[in-house]
């Protein structure tokens, strides 16, 4: 082993008081902020695209009705995500992370939480949310949609409402995951109902508030992060 990476072994016992750190402060602010929806989607979507403004419009619908919005706080969709929460004076939550690119915390984010490991940044995404939504987004977006869906699947979190906004960009995946995946067997038939494919604001707003009535205060639906 090369002295290099001897020296970065060795801070290992030190690092874990900086992950500490993070889940301590996260977990202090976010535990004040209420029922929350987390959104994700690409950084890359400008204000005129159609998914910047349907994201914006869903986060001010959701803040209308006293819900949190999460998003990484970044540009894009999370920047839109955010904007509508904060127009309709919800907390909205910005989740960012240190990125060599792309990711700049947006100044709509009322709530800002920086983080430096994905890991943990990941645990507050879910732990503090009750319905997630997933816009149009890239290689993060997916990650974030197999791990939630993954989550959910094996009962690690409740049923919380999963929503896939854009037919035109999913419909692909569900296609390729229907085919493959349970085509295979490596699902079950049921897993595919564990997700909702939506195409207006109304409709992800919707399922969410009727998830909301159906299981009752949010404080009282159990979390495996609790």
């Not at 970065?8 to 029922?35: H, Y």
């Not at 960012?96 to 939480?113: D, S, Y």
């Not at 009962?155 to 896939?164: A, F, H, N, S, T």
Request: glycine share 8%; net charge negative; hydrophobic share 45%.
């Amino acid at each position: 082993m090369n002295e290099h990476a001897y020296e970065f072994i060795k801070e290992d016992p030190w690092r874990i008081f900086r992950i500490m750190a993070e889940f301590v402060d996260s977990f202090e602010t976010l535990a004040k902020v209420g029922p929350a929806v987390t959104v994700f989607g690409s950084a890359r979507v400008k204000p005129e695209d159609k998914y910047y403004q349907s994201a914006e419009t869903l986060a001010r619908e959701l803040g209308r009705h006293h819900l949190a919005l999460i998003t990484g706080g970044g540009p894009g969709i999370m920047e839109a995500a955010n904007k509508g929460a904060a127009e309709s004076k919800a907390n909205s939550v910005g989740l960012n992370i240190e990125l060599p690119f792309e990711q700049k915390g947006n100044r709509f984010a009322n709530v800002p939480i920086h983080f430096h490991y994905f890991f943990s940044r990941k645990v507050c995404f879910v732990k503090y949310s009750v319905a997630f939504i997933f816009m149009p987004g890239g290689f993060g977006t997916l990650d974030e949609f197999f791990e939630v869906v993954t989550l959910v699947q094996t009962q690690r979190i409740p049923r919380y409402p999963l929503i896939l906004f854009g037919k035109d960009y999913w419909s692909g995946l569900l296609r390729w995951v229907r085919r493959e995946l349970e085509g295979r067997a490596f699902i079950s038939p049921e897993d595919l109902e564990l997700v909702t494919v939506v195409e207006e604001p109304a409709e992800a707003v919707q399922i969410i508030l009727d998830y909301l009535r159906r299981v009752g205060p949010p404080a009282a639906v159990p979390n495996a992060f609790a």
